[in-house]
């Protein structure tokens, strides 16, 4: 057994760390307030060739695995850019997997080496307001009309949809009651968001504010057959090919989140004296922290082991969902105590933690529920009745 990282990943890590460094809580507290798209910093991770990391290396990437996109997602999360810093590149870092998989050369050579280079800024339309969770119950609908596609429907909270010039789009090409298998008869584009037909409504939400979250009201929107992403109707099963990393690289965010929440908070409990000592010295503030560390140790590890799994191309499924699962729990509650350690200043701006905070919390919701992680758990690994 072999707990090292390897020289290349350590390198990854500090690289990477040393880049986000210019990026302070000033700045992330700055862009939050004006909720405003960190160009800045998107910029950066693009030319340092980044954002390409899992692109394969013949369209303009480094064809690395998702062990090394996960320590690239951790610290620049863990730098205090949180998930502000984090969505602003997420898409690009593993979302374009359907497409590496399953798109036709055409559609590769077309969008992934501007994917990588980051001049291709690309949103992710799954979740609609009538279906929830349940993804099979998407109406939006992809009707064929002769070379293209006249699409109709509506989206709710796809973030970065309004600085994207391109949208990853998930719709229904048979109607739910008309299939045999629920999950059949849905198709998968990469295409362009024409805001002549496409209205994009910000969403005012609780945080991660520099990335915007919307409504998107599709109407009469023509897509080309090219921009079809591979077979029609299978667009259902080729997301789940890229579900396990999606969630390794959640679950690196979060923790990232994590330890930055720890680490403010032991500064801030060996720097704050009160009663003539310390806070750090009590253990009503001490503990907590500990437990925390010994948290996000455990959680770091499960996610390790589901990247290594997954690199290897054995099944992850389990480790993949209790790695999401255990770092949104540790990372939420290292960013609650932070903020308890820090008092009244917990809650003000200035020292970031409020930040943290929100952005923490919605990795207990987004792009998977904890119940859900828990239903997976409770019926494909135990074997107990499916409840949903
Ligand atoms: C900030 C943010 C950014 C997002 N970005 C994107 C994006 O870019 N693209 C995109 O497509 N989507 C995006 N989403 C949507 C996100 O993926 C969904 O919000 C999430 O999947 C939950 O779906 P829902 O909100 O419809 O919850 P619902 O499906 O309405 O569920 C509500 C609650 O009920 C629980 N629940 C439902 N059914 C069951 C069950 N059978 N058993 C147990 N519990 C159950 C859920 O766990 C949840 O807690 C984003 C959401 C947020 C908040």
Redesign the pocket.
């Known amino acids: 057994m072999d707990f090292e990282l390897t020289e290349d990943q350590q390198l990854i890590r500090r690289s990477v760390a040393d880049l986000c460094r210019k990026f302070d809580d000033q700045y992330w507290m700055r862009k939050d307030q004006a909720h405003e798209f960190p160009t800045e910093f998107y910029e950066a991770i693009a030319s340092g060739g980044w954002l390409g990391i899992t692109i394969p290396e013949e369209y303009g990437g480094h064809g690395l695995g998702i062990t090394e996109a996960t320590l690239l997602a951790e610290e620049v999360s863990r730098s205090g850019g949180g998930m502000n810093a984090a ?1 602003s590149i997420h ?1 690009s870092i593993f979302g374009m997997q359907p497409v590496v998989m399953h798109g036709s050369d055409e559609l590769k050579r077309r969008t992934l080496p501007r994917v990588a280079s980051g001049d291709l800024h690309v ?5 609609e ?1 009538g ?4 993804t099979t119950r998407i109406t939006t609908f992809a009707r064929r009309d002769g070379d293209h596609y006249v699409v109709n429907g509506r ?7 309004l600085e994207s010039e391109k949208i990853l789009l998930l719709t229904r090409t048979t109607r739910y009651d008309e299939v045999d298998k629920k999950t059949d008869g849905m198709t998968l584009f990469l295409t362009d968001l024409d805001r002549a037909h496409v209205d994009i409504r910000p969403i005012t ?1 609780m945080g ?1 504010n520099a990335v915007s ?1 919307n409504e998107v009201f599709i109407d009469g929107l023509r897509i080309p057959v090219e921009d079809r992403v591979g077979e029609e109707g299978k667009g259902f099963r080729y997301l789940l090919d890229g579900l396990n990393p999606e969630r390794m690289l959640i679950a690196a965010e979060a923790l990232g989140l994590g330890r930055v929440s720890l680490d403010r908070a032991v500064k801030y409990g060996n720097e704050r004296v009160v009663f003539d000592r310390p806070i750090g010295m009590n253990q009503g503030i001490q503990f907590p922290l500990a437990d925390s560390l010994a948290h996000l140790d455990a959680a770091e590890l499960v996610l390790r082991k589901a990247t290594w799994l997954f690199d290897n191309g054995k099944p992850c499924g389990r480790e993949a969902n209790t790695a999401k699962y255990l770092c949104a729990d540790a990372g939420f509650t290292a960013a609650d105590r932070a903020m308890q350690t820090h008092g009244g200043m917990g809650y003000a701006e200035e020292y970031s933690i409020s930040r943290y905070f929100r952005e923490a919390r ?1 990795m207990r ?8 992680i ?2 997976y758990l409770g019926s494909h690994v135990l074997g107990l009745p499916r ?2």
């Open positions: 969505t898409l949103c992710f339309g799954v979740t307001p279906a929830g969770l349940d989206k709710v909270w796809i973030s970065k949809a939400k991660r979250s919605v919701i987004a792009p998977i529920s904890q119940e859900m828990l239903n409840s949903y």
